[in-house]
C-alpha cells in the first residue's frame, strides 16, 4: 500500500507562489479521529498543485445571514507543499479541536468571516461530527458535497474507492458507507482512491532555481532555471529585478524549459534579489534567488612554500604577495631555520620589513648566500609571515630555502663503537671510523662529539683535534688512567672528559661546530630520547658497528649495529674495526625491519631469527607503537615470549589484524627485541608492521548543525553544512528522510563556497521545511559529475533505513534529540568530522559552533591557555588557580577528589567554585579545604578536564 503523505497543517513560507483554483467537491474528508489528537484524512478528487492553500474551520455556518456565527471556535489553515494528483490520501494533523458530538467541520478555499455569502467562502465540502445537520447549517453552495456522521473516536469511510468523480463523491456523502470504530482511533489504511475521469486538470507550471547563491566581488556568477509543465502546454519563461550586469533571456517552449542566468563580474558588494517567471495558460508560478555578493579578504603568503639552491647561488629572490590590489598592507619576515644570518656567516637578506600599498601586489627578498668552504651537510633558511596589518596570513605562510652544499661530503667518517663496560665505567670510550681514502683533520673541519644525557636534559660537547688517517679509527676515552688499566694493549687518541655514556645517552658527531651551531652527520641513539629500555641502550655492554656500513647517517639504523645483551672490558676493542670478533656471537634478530599489510589481512606471522644453530636462546618481544593491543583493539599477538633450543634457528609470531570499520589512518605495531639471553641482539632488532586502513576517509565536508524544533512554531529550521573554506557546495545535497518508512520528504541542491571563519575553515546554513519533530533523517550526498554519493546519513530520536536515494539501504546514525532553543551540533576540538562530538548547544547558524575548535588554530570555543597554582593541597588556607582565557561568558569549574586512583576525568567530585569567563583571566577558590590532600581540577564549557 502506498504510504500516505503527513503534511503540516500551516501556512508555510515559500518562494514559490501557485495560482490553482479549488472548486466544490474538489476535496472530500473520508475520516474523522477525535479525543486527543485530533486529525482527519482527506481525499483529492482532482490534481493540487503544490502550494495550494485551503481553510479548515468548526466555526458554524448560518445560510440565512449568511456568515459563521461569530468565530468563536477555530480556523487552521493547510498547505499542499507538493502536486497532490488526484485520488491520494492526504493527514491532516493540525486540525480544529473536535468535540463529541455536534460539530461542523467545513473545507474552504478563503478564510472564514462572519459576513460573506456561500459563494465567498468557496466552500469545498462539509461533514457533521456526532449528529444531524441543522437547516441553516448546510451551505448553499455544496448542497449535495455534505454528510452527517455519527460520533465516537474514529469515524471512517468504507465505500468504494474506484470510480468516477461523481461515482466516489456520492458515496462519501452517503451516510451507509461511514463507520465508527468505538472507543479506539485507527489511521487510514485503505490506501488512495482510483478516480476513473480525473485529468490533471488546469495546473500552472512548476518552476526551479537556486534560493541562494554567493560570490566574491567580480567574481561570476551563472545557474540554470528550469520549469516543467504538467499538462505540457508552452511555458514562457522570464526573469526581472536582475543585477546591473546580469542576463537572462526570455524563451518559451512546450512541457519543458531551461535557461541560464549569467552575471559575468558580480560587482558591487550587497544583497540581490533576482525573480524568476514560468507562465501558461493555466497560470504562473515565481520563485526568488537571493545573490549575496561579498568583499573576499586580502590575504597575505608567499608565493611558493619552498626551493633550494647550491650554495654558489650567490643571490636568491623571495616573493611575497598580496591577494587584492587594493589596500595597503604591511608587516614583517621572522628568520629561522639551521643556516646562520650575517655578514661572514651562511646567507644575508638586504630586509626583513615590507609594505604593498594601493595596486603593489608583492614584495621581494634578496637573500645572498655566501659560497663557504666549510663541509656541512644542507642548511634551510626558513622565512615565517609576523606581525602583518592589513591583511590575513594565509598558507603558504612560511617559506624554506635549503642551501646545498658544494663542499666534500662529510659521511666517510662515523661513530664505529661505543663502549660501558659492566666491570669498569672508568673504561668508557667512543670510537670513529674514517672509512674514505684520505686523512681528515678533525681540527680543522671543526668536528665535535656532543653526548646528550637523559633526553637531552643537558649535553657534554667535546671538539676533536687530532687527524684521522684513511680507513683508520680515531679513540676519544673517557679518562687516561682508567682507560690505559683496562685495555693495556691499546691507545686512545684524546680524552674527552664528559664522554662517560652509561647506556642510555646518546653520542651525535657534528662537523663546523658544536651540538649548538654545527652540522649533525652521524648519530648513535635518537636525539632528545633517553635510551632505557629502548632498541639502542648498550647499559653494561657496548654497540658495534657492522662492517657493512661504509658512510656516516643522521638517524640511528638498528640493522648497523650489534649489541650483546652484555659486556665487560675484555669484549671491548678500542682502535680495532671492522670488530672481527663479532663473528663468534650468537645473533638475534628480526628478519626484516618493516612491512606494510591491508587492515583487512587476518594474520600476519613475524619471525625472528638466531645466526647460529647451536646453543639455547630466549628472549621476549616488547609491544610499542600506535597501534593498540587487545581484544577488541587493533591487533592481538599470540604470544610475546620465545624460545630457540638446540638447531632450532627461528621463532614464529602471530599477529591478527582487526578489520574494524573505524575510519582512521595508517597505524604501526612496534615490535623489539628484549631480554635476550644466550644470544646477543643484532640488527635489524625492531620490527615494524604498517596497517593501511581500508575504510573510507572521513568527509572533508560534513553537516554540523541541525534544528528542527524551534520553541513555538518550526520556522527556523537549517542545516549547517561545515567544511574547508573555499569549498564549492554547488557540489552537494541535502535531502530530509521521513521516519520511520526511510523515503525522501525534501531534497535540496546547496550553492556557493564555505568562508574562512579561521583556520581555513567555516560554515553555511541552509533553510529546509519539512524536517519533523520525532525520528527523522538527514542525509549529505555529492553530486559531482552527476553521480550520487552518500556522504553522512544522519537522524535524530532514533534511527532509521533508507529506502530510496542514495541512503538507500544505509541505517542513519542517531545524534540525539533537540531541546530547543539549543541546537543539534557538532562540538570538541579538530579539524574533521571524526574530531568532534554530537551535543545541544546555543545556535551558532551559519557559523562554527560555539563548542567547536578548529586544530590548531582555535575557532568556536574557549581554550585555557595558561593557570597558575598557589597554596596547593594545604589542609588550611586557601587553594587558588587563575585561568587566562579568551572568550566571555563560557562557564569554567573548580572541582577536586581526595582519591588519588580518581581518573583525570572523575565522577562524583565536588565542585568548590565555579565562574563565567570575561575574555581576560577569572580566578577560582577553595577558601576552605575541609579535606587534606585534595586534589583538584579545572573543568571547562565542554567539559574538557585538565589536571594540575
Sequence with gaps: ???????????????????????????????????????????????????????????????????????????????????????????????????????????????????????????????????????????????????????????????????????????????????????????????????????????????????????????????????????????FLSASNLPAGATFSSVSSNGTVSQDFSWPSATPVGVYTAEFYASSIDGETSTVTEITVFAPPTNVSFAAAADSVDEDVGTYLVTVTKSANSGNVSGEIGLSGTATNGAGQDYTIDTTNFTMNGATTSATFTITVENDAIEEGSEDIILTLVNVTGGNIVSPDTFTLTILDDDAPPS???????????????????????????????????????????????????????????????????????????????????????????????????????????????????????????????????????????????????????????????????????????????????????????????????????????????????????????????????????????????????????????????????LTLANVSGGTIAGPSVFTLTILPNDAPPPTVWINEINYDDVGADTNEYVEVAGPAGTDLSNYQVLLYDGPAGDIINTYDLSGLIDDEGCGFGAVAFPVSGAQNGTDGVALADVTGGTTTLVQFLSYEGTLTGTDGPANGVLSIDIGTQTPPDTLQLSGTGEAYADFMWSTNTASQGDLNIGQTIDPCGGGDTTLDEYDVSNFMLATGTVSVTIAVTSNNVPYSLIYSTNILTDPAPLGTGEADTADGDGGSITLEDTSPADSGRIYWIRSNNDVIIPF
Design 412 to 670: 666517510l667518517l662515523f661513530i664505529s663503537e661505543v663502549a660501558d663496560p659492566g666491570d669498569d665505567a672508568s673504561a668508557r670510550f667512543v670510537e670513529l671510523y674514517n672509512a674514505g681514502g684520505t686523512p681528515i683533520d678533525l681540527g680543522a673541519g671543526g668536528y665535535y662529539i656532543a653526548r646528550v644525557v637523559n633526553a637531552a636534559t643537558s649535553t657534554n660537547d667535546v671538539a676533536l683535534t687530532g687527524v684521522v688517517a684513511a680507513a683508520s679509527t680515531y679513540v676519544v676515552a673517557q679518562e687516561s688512567a682508567g682507560f690505559s688499566a683496562a685495555y693495556p694493549s691499546a691507545a686512545f687518541d684524546q680524552i674527552g672528559s664528559g664522554l662517560d655514556g652509561n647506556g642510555d645517552d646518546g653520542y651525535f658527531l657534528f662537523i663546523g661546530g658544536s651540538s649548538a651551531s654545527g652540522t649533525l652527520i652521524d648519530a648513535y641513539g635518537e636525539y632528545g630520547i633517553r635510551g632505557t629500555n629502548s632498541a639502542w641502550e648498550y647499559t653494561d655492554s657496548r654497540a658495534v658497528r657492522t662492517d657493512t656500513v661504509t658512510q656516516a647517517s643522521t638517524t640511528w639504523i638498528a640493522a648497523e649495529w650489534i649489541i650483546p645483551a652484555s659486556a665487560d672490558t675484555t669484549n671491548m676493542t678500542p682502535g680495532v674495526h671492522p670488530d672481527g670478533a663479532l663473528d663468534d656471537l650468537t645473533n638475534v634478530s628480526f628478519t626484516a625491519a618493516s612491512d606494510t599489510v591491508a587492515e583487512d589481512v587476518g594474520t600476519y606471522q613475524v619471525t625472528v631469527f638466531k645466526s647460529k644453530a647451536e646453543g639455547n636462546v630466549s628472549g621476549e618481544i616488547a609491544l610499542g607503537g600506535d597501534a593498540t593491543e587487545g581484544v577488541g583493539a587493533d591487533y592481538t599477538i599470540d604470544a610475546t615470549n620465545f624460545t630457540m633450543n638446540g638447531a632450532t634457528t627461528s621463532a614464529v609470531f602471530t599477529l591478527t589484524v582487526n578489520n574494524d570499520t573505524n575510519q582512521e589512518p595508517a597505524e604501526s605495531i612496534v
Design 1 to 235: 500500500m502506498k504510504k500516505l503523505a503527513t503534511l503540516a497543517a500551516s501556512l508555510l513560507a515559500t518562494a514559490v507562489m501557485s495560482h490553482a483554483q479549488l472548486n466544490p467537491g474538489d476535496i472530500a474528508v473520508v475520516q474523522i479521529n477525535g479525543n486527543n489528537p485530533d486529525f482527519a484524512y482527506v481525499v483529492a478528487v482532482t490534481t493540487i498543485t503544490a502550494g495550494t492553500t485551503i481553510s479548515i474551520t468548526d466555526n458554524e455556518w448560518v445560510e440565512t445571514t449568511p456568515g459563521f456565527n461569530d468565530l468563536n471556535e477555530d480556523e487552521r489553515l493547510f498547505t499542499f507543499e507538493s502536486l497532490t494528483v488526484a485520488g491520494s490520501v492526504v493527514a491532516l494533523t493540525n486540525v480544529p479541536a473536535f468535540g463529541t458530538s455536534a460539530e461542523e467541520f467545513y473545507l474552504l478555499t478563503n478564510a472564514p468571516s462572519t459576513s460573506q455569502t456561500a459563494a465567498e467562502a468557496g466552500f469545498l465540502f462539509a461533514i457533521k461530527y456526532g449528529g444531524a445537520w441543522a437547516a441553516n447549517q448546510i451551505p448553499s453552495t455544496i448542497p449535495d458535497l455534505q454528510v452527517a456522521v455519527p460520533g465516537g473516536d474514529s469515524i471512517t469511510y468504507t465505500g468504494i474507492l474506484t470510480g468516477t468523480r461523481a461515482d466516489i463523491l456520492a458515496a462519501i456523502t452517503n451516510l451507509v458507507n461511514w463507520e465508527a470504530s468505538g472507543s479506539a482511533q485507527t489511521e487510514w489504511d485503505r490506501g488512495d482512491f482510483t478516480i476513473t475521469d480525473a485529468g490533471l486538470g488546469a495546473l500552472p507550471p512548476d518552476i526551479s532555481a537556486p534560493a541562494f547563491v554567493t560570490s566574491a566581488v567580480g567574481g561570476a556568477v551563472t545557474f540554470t532555471v528550469s520549469s516543467t509543465d504538467p499538462n505540457n502546454d508552452s511555458i
